[in-house]
């Protein structure tokens, strides 16, 4: 039997990141802010749409504003585990970062993109309904 893979050690998103995130997330409508593996994260219509991951900051983007994303700033897919790209996110280069404006239109692309998804049910699971748990 092959050895199971240790999970990798997260870090905390640095305060001045959780700060700016807030700042930038504030004001989009519609925006519900909580908690995903111990980060920030928004959501729009429950589908997420910007997240803090260790110390990057990462955008749910469309096909085409990906690409332009990627192409035009230099930002690379986002992947939480080497080799484990998460699809139509990509992670926030640092000279958007250090722009609000550039970052707040980037989020407001997000946000666009995430709220023009179907709605999710709150619980919706995709392992299906819940088991009871029999002794």
Same mark, same amino acid.
């Given at each position: 039997?092959?050895?199971?893979?240790?999970?990798?050690?997260?870090?905390?998103?640095?305060?001045?990141?959780? #700060?700016?995130?807030?700042?930038?997330?504030?004001? /989009?409508? =519609?925006?519900?802010?909580? !908690?995903?593996?111990?980060?920030? *994260? %928004?959501?729009?219509?429950?589908?997420?749409?910007?997240?803090?991951?260790?110390?990057?900051?990462?955008?749910?983007?469309?096909?085409?504003?990906?690409? #332009?994303?990627?192409?035009?700033?230099?930002?690379? /897919?986002? =992947?939480?585990?080497?080799? !484990?790209?998460?699809?139509?996110? *990509? %992670?926030?280069?640092?000279?958007?970062?250090?722009?609000?404006?550039?970052?707040?239109?980037?989020?407001?692309?997000?946000?666009?993109?995430?709220?023009?998804?179907?709605?999710?049910?709150?619980?919706?699971?995709?392992?299906?309904?819940?088991?009871?748990?029999?002794?």
């Amino acid at each position: 039997m092959p050895a199971r893979k240790a999970m990798p050690k997260f870090t905390k998103a640095p305060e001045q990141m959780v #700060a700016l995130f807030g700042r930038v997330v504030e004001g /989009l409508p =519609e925006v519900e802010t909580r !908690r995903m593996f111990g980060y920030p *994260a %928004a959501f729009v219509h429950g589908q997420m749409f910007s997240s803090l991951f260790q110390d990057s900051m990462i955008l749910r983007l469309s096909e085409a504003d990906r690409a #332009a994303f990627l192409k035009d700033h230099g930002a690379r /897919l986002f =992947e939480p585990m080497p080799g !484990r790209p998460m699809r139509e996110y *990509a %992670a926030v280069p640092p000279a958007v970062l250090a722009s609000e404006r550039a970052l707040r239109e980037w989020l407001r692309r997000a946000h666009g993109y995430a709220a023009s998804l179907p709605p999710k049910k709150a619980g919706a699971s995709k392992k299906g309904p819940a088991r009871k748990k029999t002794r």
